[in-house]
């Protein structure tokens, strides 16, 4: 690369990560701001943790919160073990009837607008309701089974693409030394996709605790979600206590990203093989 | 795939006032026929009503040109990161997928504080002497072109870095040793050689901006029209369930050959990785 187009290059790197971290840091920073006018530092009485007290004796969004973590976890768990079938079915058989169909069925939903996934899905629910009674009125169990018909397809491509790099020499051999299919999966091929399955895991829950649109269509009455309370505040204007919760969240994922990321640059320095 | 079908099937059904807001599409007429009453009154609604015609050609229009604001932020850091060392590409690309973990909706938050009147960029401006009056910037068609580009942006550069970082720059070398300027040997080897990334990116930033609900709802004001908010607003607000579903499976139909392009291009992706 030359000099002039090696500064072209760094001043738009420099220009995008502004534009993608400005935002961020404004947020952080006015969380500790004691104004009530979010966006005007009051110098006198900052920086302050007033917010902060606010926010965790706030009931509603505690409340909010604690579903959230729930669906999210439950949505995760799921979405692990039906996401790892699937891409274990679409890396492993590669000629069977239906396997573009099966693909395409499950990429699809990573690029579907949220709001036609969010009505289909609703209007599944009411069907089957009147159908044959299940599910009973909309709330926690709809909502899960919502999020997780999406984020199923993430885990799905994300140890679909761990497996395309998986040397299949390895069950051969534990096949040869007399392993039985299900303890092969267990013993050789479940540890080496961890990483996948940890990381599909993490995207999983992350994508749920961070969801309106499906959530507001398949919940009920009395289980709204964090960011459905959040949508209501910030529909009325910006609020300090949105600042706080947004200062917690980006620290909880960061540490989480940047721990996961060490240790699987770790891991795989350890093991010398690629990880997703 | 059931889903789909339900929606198809209240689309062509009548507006009812009960719960489920709407009428059964199969009725016993007699003792042994079943009659399918298709309503099509539904469509010929949105057709003759110019709001929905409007809304879906905004939401094309800003769809697109949203991505192409993505795609010139995007490519030259995708391109710029996949140039850079081993332990500096990855530092980068953490930091571009940072933003894209944490909630959208508090991403958009932030904009409100950026952006409004007495926010952040008018209270700089002001005190730098740059503007005397604050500038409307929220609730402005530029906020909400502002915030797609800003939440879809991760999305661009990810597929175009995977891309761009099994590119062989040797023939970019090669190029220049015969004579060729950076400008012409990019325009001629990198960008075409880059064509998938590009395709692939600017299909997971358009296709789901198309339909993008939170953030004309938070930053475009009431004058936004896009499809996304006015099937949530007959859904919710007109409890017009029947509009709504129509409203889903014209989008449906209009979007449906922009993912078997991506699946396409995707494939083709992953069979020249091979």
């Known amino acids: ?250 620290a909880v994922v960061t540490t989480m990203i940047v721990g996961v990321s060490i240790w699987m640059a770790r891991r795989a320095k350890l093991d010398r093989r690629p990880v997703i | 795939m059931v889903p789909f079908v339900i929606v198809l099937k209240i689309s062509f059904s ?77 530092a980068l690309l953490l930091l571009v997928i940072l933003p894209f973990w944490t909630s959208l909706l508090l991403r958009v938050y932030a904009w409100i504080g950026l952006l409004k009147a007495n926010g952040v960029i008018n209270n700089v401006l002001l005190s730098l002497g740059i503007i005397h009056e604050p500038l409307t910037m929220l609730y402005t068609p530029f906020a909400m072109y502002v915030g797609i580009v800003y939440s879809y942006l991760p999305f661009l550069i990810l597929p175009l870095y995977a891309n761009l970082e099994k590119m062989d720059w040797q023939l970019l070398e090669a190029a220049e040793d015969l004579g060729c300027r950076p400008w012409q040997a990019f325009y001629k080897i990198t960008l075409p050689l880059s064509r998938n990334g590009i395709l692939a990116g600017s299909m997971l930033v358009f296709i789901p901006a198309v339909g993008e609900f939170v953030i004309p709802a938070l930053l475009g004001g009431p004058n936004a029209l896009m499809i996304g908010r006015v099937l949530w607003d007959e859904f919710f607000s007109n409890r017009a369930w029947p509009v709504a579903s129509a409203v889903a499976i014209l989008l449906l139909i209009l979007l449906v050959p922009f993912m078997m392009w991506y699946q396409s291009v995707q494939a083709r992706e992953s069979a020249g990785a091979r």
């Open chain 1, 1 to 250: 690369m030359n000099y002039r187009s090696s500064f072209f290059i760094l001043t738009c790197i420099a220009f995008g990560f502004a534009f993608l971290y400005i935002p961020i840091l404004s947020m952080v920073v006015f969380s500790f701001n004691a104004s009530k006018l979010v966006t005007v530092w009051d110098s006198a009485h900052s920086p302050t943790l007033k917010w902060y007290y606010a926010l965790l004796s706030n009931e509603e969004i505690l409340d909010a919160a604690w579903i959230s973590l729930k669906v999210a976890v439950i949505n995760a768990s799921g979405a692990v073990i039906l996401g790892t079938l699937a891409g274990f079915g679409l890396a492993r058989f590669s000629q069977f009837r239906g396997r573009f169909t099966l693909n395409a069925m499950t990429t699809a939903p990573l690029v579907m607008p949220e709001v036609i996934t969010g009505l289909s899905l609703l209007l599944l629910f009411v069907a089957l309701e009147q159908l044959i009674g299940w599910p009973a009125g909309r709330g926690i169990t709809t909502m899960t089974i919502g999020h997780m018909t999406f984020s199923m397809a993430y885990v799905t491509v994300i140890v679909n693409s761990r497996l395309a790099s998986f040397d299949t020499a390895l069950e051969e051999a534990a096949m040869d030394l007399g392993a039985r299919p299900f303890k092969i999966f267990f013993v050789i091929t479940l540890p080496i996709i961890f990483p996948a399955i940890l990381s599909g895991w993490l995207l999983a829950f992350t994508l749920s605790w961070d969801d309106l649109v499906i959530s507001s269509f398949t919940s009920g009455p009395g289980s709204s979600t964090l960011p459905m309370v959040v949508f209501s505040k910030v529909r009325l204007g910006v609020s300090p206590e949105i600042n706080v919760l947004a200062t917690l969240t980006l």
């Open chain 2, 14 to 90: 009548d507006i009812d006032l009960a719960i489920p807001p709407y009428k059964p599409l199969l009725e016993w007429v007699g003792r042994h026929t079943l009659a399918i009453k298709l309503n099509l009154d539904n469509y010929a609604f949105l057709f003759t009503d110019s709001l929905y015609l409007h809304a879906f050609a905004n939401s094309i229009k800003v769809a697109f040109l949203s991505t192409l604001m993505c795609l010139g932020i995007g490519y030259p850091m995708a391109y710029g990161i996949a140039r850079a060392r081993p332990a500096t590409r990855n």
